[in-house]
């Protein structure tokens, strides 16, 4: 049961342009939620994050828009640079006593065409 | 900078065989992850621990095991390794609860079981 779902598994921009990666969720209990970067044969890296009481988070070139009336959020890379080429995984978390785990999704390559 | 150090970056395993991953993180965090990367299925928890000596099951713990005797060391056992275990296995450590914190991975090992 996938519980976070990335339905894009690739996109491809030009350089300059906005790119747009989706990420929609089932779990209501959710109330955290994570972008994050990886390279091929690194780990992933922290991206942007935003807590379910906001709408948008912004930071540079980044911004993560959340609607959690449709359990959906989205990441907005603008201007998309040549090293913007990765993959995009996002995540989400439920605060639980027994520890918070984040449950990602199956992630999405974005290729940034010069 | 936090860091997260996989002790083995590029194993080759035959079918059987037990093996062990290991991981140390060097900011005294109180929540180790491991997770594994496979192609079109994204990041899927394996394990976690959210204390020395706790453990807790992720989302697919079904032929691994765990060990976190002490604070910054979490290692992932493969009791009797399989060809469906060959994969990309990442370790992550956070401070305190995800909402406010994220998590910071390693930089991968690679596990190929013959």
């Known amino acids: 049961d996938q519980q976070v779902k990335q339905n894009s598994p690739s996109l491809s921009v030009q350089e300059g342009r906005i790119s747009i990666l989706n990420c929609d969720y089932t779990n209501s209990m959710f109330d955290y939620f994570l972008w994050y970067k990886k390279y091929p044969a690194e780990g992933p890296t922290f991206l942007i994050s935003?807590?379910?009481?906001?709408d948008k988070n912004e930071d540079g070139r980044f911004t993560v828009f959340l609607n959690k009336s449709a359990k959906h959020l989205s990441l907005h890379i603008v201007p998309s640079q040549p090293g913007d080429s990765a993959v995009y995984f996002c995540?989400?978390?439920?605060?639980?006593?027994?520890?918070?785990?984040?449950?990602f999704g199956t992630g999405t390559r974005l290729a940034v065409r010069p | 900078d936090v860091k997260v150090t996989q002790s083995s970056r590029y194993l080759v395993k035959r079918t059987g065989e037990k093996v062990f991953l290991e991981c140390v993180q060097d900011m005294d965090h109180e929540n180790m992850f491991w997770y594994r990367q496979d192609p079109g299925l994204g990041l899927r928890l394996i394990y976690f621990?959210?204390?020395?000596?706790?453990?807790e099951k992720g989302d697919i713990p079904e032929g691994y095991s765990v060990s976190r005797e002490k604070k910054e060391r979490f290692s992932l056992i493969l009791e009797s390794a399989s060809t469906n275990q060959t994969s990309m296995y990442l370790c992550?450590?956070?401070?305190?609860?995800?909402?406010?914190?994220?998590?910071?991975f390693g930089e991968g090992s690679w596990l190929t079981v013959v």
């Open positions: 992550a450590s956070s401070f305190g609860p995800i909402s406010g914190n994220t998590i910071y």
């Open positions: 995540a989400a978390s439920e605060e639980k006593s027994s520890g918070d785990k984040l449950t």
């Open positions: 935003i807590s379910s009481i906001k």
């Open positions: 621990s959210y204390d020395v000596k706790m453990k």
